[in-house]
């Protein structure tokens, strides 16, 4: 006896792998153009059997060495920046530094 084959919806293609990947992709893309980064041409690969990753991966598009430097000091720019500003705006940091070095020294 034949098994009742139902319809099926749009529901039926989805990927949630795919779609997964999508979102981290929008949520990279989003958070490098806050600092003035750029990705053009990120995409999103499926797996494929020569490769070693094993679900969709993230592919940041043709970018050149002199746009990857360009990319890597603004977003160190302001990584020091961040830095700078979370040590001046908590002196508790900067004593409990010093306690540490008081105590360091104190073992010597």
């Known amino acids: 006896m034949q098994q009742k084959l139902h319809p099926v919806g749009p529901e039926y293609f989805n990927d949630q792998d795919r779609d997964y990947a999508v979102e981290a992709g929008v949520e ?3 958070a ?3 600092l003035g980064v750029d990705l053009e041409g990120i995409g999103v690969s499926a797996p494929c059997d ?3 990753s094993v679900g969709y991966v993230l592919d ?3 970018v050149e060495p002199a746009q990857a430097l360009k990319m890597a000091a603004t977003i160190n720019g302001y990584a020091e920046e961040s830095n700078r500003l979370r040590e001046t705006s908590s002196p508790s940091l900067k004593r409990q530094r010093k306690r540490r070095a008081k105590n360091l020294n104190a073992t010597l």
């Open 28 to 30: 990279l893309v989003n």
């Open 32 to 34: 490098l153009r806050k």
């Open 50 to 52: 020569r490769c070693s």
């Open 60 to 62: 940041l598009g043709p």
